[in-house]
Each structure stands twice: as C-alpha cells, then as structure tokens.
C-alpha cells in the first residue's frame, strides 16, 4: 500500500483507531463478566474490580515507557513490541486459575496494550498538527466508537455462553490482527528527528513537559474525566445487574448505548470553533449530569432516570475524548511521545485509584460522590484553560 494514497491514509486511520482502541476493550469487554467472574474463581467483587484496576495500572506505567522510548527507536518497531506482550498475556488470562494469577496477567495486559494506545496519539501527532490535528483525533474517536460499542456486547454473548475466557480468545485474535497489520505502516518518525541519548535522557522529556503549566492543566483535566468514566465503568455492571436485576446481556445493551454516544460525540467535537472551546462545555455539562445521577443513586431513582442521565453524561465525555488530547498534544509537541505517555498515564492513574473505591460502603451513594468530586475538578481545570492570558497594562 503506497504511503501518502488515499487507501492508505483510510487504512493508517483505521488501523490507529483500533490500536487506541485497546483502552476500551480491555476495560469494556469483560465488564459483563464481573458476577461470573466472582463465581468461578471463588473471590468477591472487590478482588474482581482490583483486576480492573490492574489493567489501568499496567496501561498506565506501560505508557510512561513506550512513550520515550518511542522518540528515541521509532513508533513501528515498539508498537511490534508491545503486541507481542499483549498477546503472551491474553493466552495466561484464558489459562488462569486463581484471582491472583489473573490480576497478574491482567497487569501485563495492561502493559502491552499501553503501546497501542500511547503510539497511536504519538503517530498522529507526528503527522498532523492543530485543527488538522483535533480532526484526526476525532476520527479516530470515532473509529474508536466502535470498541466500546461491541466490546461489551460481545463480553455479555461470550459469558452468557462460553464463559469468560472466550473474552481473552477474542482479544487474542484482536492483538494477532493488529500485529499483521502493523507490518504494513509506515513509519511516522524519521531518525533524524528523534531523540539523541540514553534512555535517561528521553526520560528528561517528562520533566520538561510537567514544567509547561497549560500542559499540566491538560492532562489533569483528563484525569478527572478519567475518573468520571471509569467510575461509570467499574460500577455500572452492579448497579444494572444486581440493583436493578438485569442479566449480563441486558447490561451490554444499555452499555453498548451508551458507547455508540461515545463515538457520536467524539465524531462531533470537531463542529466547535476550537478543542479548548469543546473541552469547556462539555466539562460544564458533565458537571451538571454527574450532579443528576448522583441524585438517582442515592435516592433510589429508576433504572430509566438513570440511565438517560448517564447517556448525556457519557456523550460529554465523548466530546472532551477528542478535544482534551488535541488540545494537550499541541501544547506538548516538542517530546510527542513522552507527551502522549503522560496523558495516558494520567488517565489510568486515575482509573486504577478510583475504581476499587466505587465498591466501598454503599456502592451507590460512593459512585455518586466519586461521580460529583471528579465532574468538579474536571471543570475546573477546563475553567482554567478557557482563561485568556491577557496583558498587564503598563503604567506610563
């Protein structure tokens, strides 16, 4: 496939859309797997959801690395690398016996499918840069739509029918395709522009990049909304299976509902006038829906309210998906790498320090506050970032 032609640019679009998409299916897919999960292995919902935040944790210190070593080796070649490891740990998720085993592998998981999602935003920044940038960024949320769209659907199939290790069968063939395809792309950093030294030296990059204060309020924000939607994620297959008693099928219904807004919002953040516009309103929006079903949980609400809330809420966080990275990555160009590894690792830092919480006391009244807590620090830093830097005036 000739470099530059339309087929391959659909082709590299499609192809970063599905490496990004690993968050999503590592997260999304065995959601509906949780109560059957509990069962067979003999553990409870608490070791359950520590197997979740595993995978955040490897997604987020597997970022931390591929994403220097990337300005220094190129993006093709670590991008082959961590295939590889996520492939090895799928076959010891399917083969495991104990809670134990499976956090481990999970945490491997998590850090063969970081590459993915890390040199997936480092490739399109090597390409393209501001408004180009924010679109493609959103394509590629959109492309990504379809993760958690049929990740859960499938998830809730496969546990219902073959049990959960089928789920780690698909991701397997999932990773095995996207290793093939990964031979056929181009590399996205010539040599000489990436970064001379050691790995110390491309470590140096972070430090740099925590020094650039609008950049820091980026990733920040990105946290927050993190915390919102992993908070969604790791409480939403109680609430709606054991609280409100739909079966794991029934739950990737609505959570596949709620996906496909994911990738409709993502889709529609390029209609603002710019991605810190974006970031803004739906920052104030998720302020307001996180505030509603907090409400819901905790005064006992329908399943209905709830989850009409929930659909806004996780349409802004769709919009913030494409507009925060745009937004941040410009603000980090220098070091595209160790700036795409930090966002990263911000959001799944966040993911794997909330999500064990949602399960502590009163699941639903803990979802409801991490919900509020997180909605506001997300406004806040979107607030921050809105303020115009304007000049002192200057006494005559």
């Known amino acids: 496939m000739k470099t530059g032609s339309r087929s391959y640019g659909?082709?590299?679009?499609?192809?970063?859309?599905?490496?990004?998409?690993?968050?999503?299916?590592?997260?999304?897919?065995?959601?509906?797997?949780?109560?059957?999960?509990?069962?067979?292995?003999?553990?409870?919902?608490?070791?359950?959801?520590?197997?979740?935040?595993?995978?955040?944790?490897?997604?987020?210190?597997?970022?931390?690395?591929?994403?220097?070593l990337s300005d220094r080796h190129g993006r093709r070649l670590l991008t082959l690398v961590s295939l590889g490891i996520?492939?090895?740990?799928?076959?010891?998720?399917?083969?495991?016996?104990?809670?134990?085993?499976?956090?481990?592998?999970?945490?491997?998981?998590?850090?063969?499918?970081?590459?993915?999602?890390?040199?997936?935003?480092s490739i399109a920044t090597d390409l393209y840069s501001g408004k180009e940038l924010a679109k493609m960024m959103a394509i590629i949320g959109a492309v990504n739509g379809i993760a958690p769209v049929s990740a859960p659907v499938i998830g809730g199939v496969l546990t219902d029918t073959v049990g959960w290790q089928g789920i780690f069968a698909v991701l397997f063939l999932i990773g095995t395709i996207l290793t093939i395809c990964c031979f056929n792309i181009s590399e996205s950093l010539p040599v000489e522009k990436r970064t001379e030294g050691g790995f110390r030296k491309s470590m140096e990059a972070f430090r740099e990049l925590l020094h650039n204060k609008p950049y820091v309020q980026g990733i920040l924000q990105y946290g927050f909304l993190h915390g919102v939607f992993f908070s969604y994620l790791a409480s939403s297959p109680f609430i709606i299976q054991n609280h409100y008693g739909f079966s794991a099928t029934g739950y990737s219904i609505f959570f596949a509902v709620n996906a496909t807004t994911v990738g409709v919002a993502s889709a529609l953040s390029m209609k603002f006038r710019t991605p810190a516009r974006c970031t803004f309103i739906a920052s104030c929006a998720l302020l307001v829906l996180s505030t509603a079903i907090a409400v819901t949980l905790i005064c006992g609400g329908s399943v209905w309210i709830y989850e009409a809330c929930t659909l806004l809420q996780v349409f802004s966080c769709g919009l913030c998906f494409a507009s925060t990275p745009a937004l941040t990555l410009d603000l980090g160009r220098m070091h595209a790498g160790a700036a795409a590894a930090l966002l990263g690792v911000c959001t799944y830092v966040f993911g794997f320090a909330i999500t064990p919480l949602v399960s502590l006391g009163d699941a639903m009244v803990t979802t409801g506050v991490i919900y509020i807590a997180c909605a506001v620090m997300t406004f806040w830093m979107a607030y921050t970032l809105q303020i115009p830097k304007v000049p002192r005036r200057q006494t005559p």
């Open 10 to 68: 659909i082709f590299l679009v499609v192809f970063l859309g599905m490496l990004f998409g690993f968050g999503p299916f590592l997260t999304d897919m065995y959601l509906p797997a949780f109560p059957k999960l509990q069962e067979d292995l003999g553990t409870n919902a608490s070791m359950v959801q520590i197997s979740l935040s595993a995978c955040m944790l490897g997604l987020a210190v597997g970022q931390a690395v591929w994403g220097p």
């Open 86 to 121: 996520f492939l090895i740990s799928c076959i010891g998720c399917i083969f495991s016996k104990s809670i134990g085993f499976l956090i481990a592998m999970r945490l491997l998981q998590g850090i063969g499918g970081s590459g993915g999602i890390v040199l997936s935003r």
